[in-house]
C-alpha cells in the first residue's frame, strides 16, 4: 500500500509539472531583443516608408490645389485642401471652373479610357491564360517529339526584351489594317505568354498522374481530361496568373501608344501620358494628373490588395521564387 501511494503521489506530481496552474507559465518565454532584431525592423520599416511614400505623396498633391502647389511645393500636407483635381478628371468642372483652379480647362474623357482599358485588359487576360494553360498541359502531360526543345525555345524568349518586338509588332499590325483599333492593341498578347506557360506548367506537373489515367480508363479523351479535371483543380494557379496578366495588361503603356492615335482606341495610361502634356500657363496640372493617376491605379491596388496571399501561396507552391 505504501507502495502504491508513493507511484500515485509521484503521478500526480509529474501531472502537475505537465500543466502548471497559472497560465502565465503556459506562455512561451519572449525572445531578448538584440542589436541584430532591432536593426532588421529598422531596414524593414525604412524600407516600408520609402515604398508607401510615392503613394502618400500622389494622394497629397491630388487632394491639393494646382495654384497653391507651387507657393508651398514642400509641404507634407495637401496645399489649400481641395477635390478639384478629381473633379477635372471625372469632368465635373467647366472650363472657366479648371482654368481658375490652375487647371488646363482640357477635357479628359476618363470614362472612355477607363472603358477602353478594361475592354484590352480583360481580352488579354481571358486569351493570354486560356491559351497558355493549354500550351502547359501539353508541355506537363502530352508526350511528343521535340516537347523539350520547343520548351526551352520558349524559355528563352523569356530573355528576349519587349522593346525589340515593338517594331515587328507594329509593323505586322500596320500591314494588317489594324492600327487605331483596340483589338490591334490586344493582338500581340491575345496568344501564349512564356512565363504563364512556365508557370501553369509548373502545377500541372504537380497533379497526381493516377487521377488523370483513371479518367482516361473511364472512357474520357485528353480534351475532357483537361477541360473537366486539370482546369478545376487548377484553379488557384490560373486565378494568380490572371490577376498577373490583367494588370500587366493594364499597366502596359508603350504598345498603346505606339497604336493608339485617337480617343476610340486610347487607354487609360497613355491618356495619362496625354494629360501630363497639357500646358497651362500656370504650369502642368500636377493635382489634376496626380488624382487621374491614383484613381486608374486604384483598381490594380485594390486587386492586388486582395489577392496577394493567394498569389504568394500559388508562387510557392509551383517552387518559383
Not at 511645393?73 to 478629381?86: E, K, Q
Request: with cysteine; proline share 5%; glycine share 6%.
Amino acid at each position: 500500500m505504501t507502495q502504491l501511494h508513493g507511484t500515485a503521489g509521484l503521478g500526480a506530481e509529474a501531472v502537475a509539472r505537465r500543466e502548471p496552474e497559472n497560465p502565465a507559465e503556459q506562455k512561451r518565454p519572449r525572445r531578448r531583443l538584440s542589436l541584430g532584431r532591432v536593426a532588421a525592423w529598422a531596414v524593414m520599416i525604412a524600407m516600408l516608408l520609402i515604398t508607401i511614400f510615392p503613394f502618400y505623396w500622389m494622394l497629397r498633391t491630388a487632394l491639393s490645389s494646382n495654384s497653391a502647389l507651387y507657393a508651398n511645393a514642400t509641404s507634407l500636407l495637401p496645399v489649400d485642401f481641395s477635390w478639384g483635381g478629381f473633379e477635372r478628371v471625372f469632368g465635373l468642372q467647366t472650363v472657366d471652373e479648371a482654368i481658375a483652379q490652375g487647371g488646363s480647362g482640357a477635357q479628359l474623357n476618363f470614362w472612355l479610357y477607363l472603358r477602353n482599358s478594361v475592354i484590352v485588359a480583360t481580352g488579354i487576360t481571358v486569351c493570354q491564360v486560356f491559351f497558355s494553360a493549354m500550351a502547359a498541359y501539353a508541355f506537363s502531360r502530352l508526350r511528343w517529339r521535340g516537347r523539350n526543345l520547343v520548351f526551352s525555345a520558349f524559355l528563352l524568349s523569356l530573355m528576349v526584351p519587349i522593346i525589340f518586338t515593338l517594331l515587328p509588332n507594329f509593323l505586322l499590325i500596320r500591314d494588317l489594317g489594324l492600327i487605331d483599333t483596340l483589338f490591334g492593341i490586344m493582338l500581340p498578347g491575345l496568344f501564349m505568354a512564356p512565363f504563364a506557360i512556365f508557370f501553369l506548367r509548373q502545377f500541372f506537373m504537380n497533379v497526381p498522374l493516377e487521377i488523370e489515367e483513371a479518367a482516361l480508363i473511364d472512357g474520357a479523351s485528353k480534351v475532357r481530361v483537361f477541360f473537366a479535371l486539370i482546369i478545376p483543380m487548377s484553379a488557384a494557379p490560373i486565378a494568380t496568373i490572371s490577376i498577373l496578366t490583367y494588370i500587366t495588361a493594364w499597366n502596359d503603356y508603350f504598345w498603346p501608344l505606339m497604336v493608339s492615335y485617337t480617343d476610340d482606341s486610347r487607354v487609360l495610361t497613355v491618356a495619362l501620358g496625354a494629360f501630363s502634356a497639357q500646358s497651362p500657363q500656370s504650369g502642368p496640372d500636377w493635382s489634376g494628373l496626380m488624382a487621374a493617376t491614383l484613381v486608374a491605379a486604384l483598381p490594380m491596388i485594390v486587386l492586388f490588395s486582395l489577392f496577394a496571399k493567394r498569389i504568394v501561396n500559388s508562387i510557392g507552391f509551383t517552387g518559383i521564387k
